[in-house]
């Protein structure tokens, strides 16, 4: 965690670069329901009941259940073919950083190629290669933070 940190206190300067997004509410779909979102990097509005639980995923994981993981304060990274240090930062952070209020997913998203994408509630950073001390610090900023039950 020290080399993380050191990580995120050096990409800082990040904070000029994050998009602030418009909520777009909240609270929880009937089950089997889909919701519309105006970004395939959804950062609020109706979600699944059960959220993505932090961790690596090798397949895409459905919007719906990522909003409710950033809803908990989770922070979601959207990779394609970054390259093997970034996929190794990614695997490392997620195994790291898993608790239910406070984890990181990294979830796939075809056809972005080396763009790196991290979502938290109402917000987004768009990384077109893969900054370590830049996405470091964004987790920094909002892991923890949702507005459901902030931990940190």
């Given at each position: ?13 990040v ?5 602030t ?44 259940k ?32 898993s ?9 796939p ?8 994408v ?35």
């Amino acid at each position: 965690e020290q080399a993380f940190l050191k990580s995120a206190a050096a990409g800082k300067s990040v904070r000029s670069r994050i998009k602030t997004i418009s909520a777009r509410g909240g609270g929880h779909l009937r089950a089997g329901r889909s919701a519309s979102y105006s970004s395939v990097y959804p950062t609020s509005g109706p979600h699944d009941s059960v959220g993505t639980r932090p961790g690596f995923y090798t397949s895409r994981q459905r919007p719906e259940k990522v909003v409710h993981a950033i809803e908990h304060g989770n922070v979601v990274i959207y990779y394609d073919k970054p390259g093997d240090e970034t996929m190794e930062a990614l695997r490392s952070w997620t195994a790291l950083y898993s608790g239910p209020w406070s984890g990181v997913v990294a979830t796939p998203m075809a056809g972005i190629g080396k763009t790196i994408v991290l979502t938290a509630w109402t917000k987004r950073l768009t990384l077109a290669e893969f900054d370590r001390a830049a996405a470091a610090a964004f987790i920094d900023l909002f892991r923890g933070r949702g507005p459901e039950n902030r931990v940190r």
